[in-house]
């Protein structure tokens, strides 16, 4: 089964080209988040990539 049909009704499912890309830095971090970062650190920088940082 597609995932982007499994998903369809749970979330927008953006193609492959049109996300952003996350670079995995071997123990410092992913993206814009760095291995040891407080709760507050990791919403703030998640709130600028997506409406829904939980």
Known sequence: ?????????WWHVVPDEGRQQWLLEPFAGVGPL???MSSAEVADAMSRVTAEAE
């Open 1 to 9: 089964m597609n995932s982007v049909i499994m998903f369809k009704g």
């Open 34 to 36: 760095r291995f040891g």
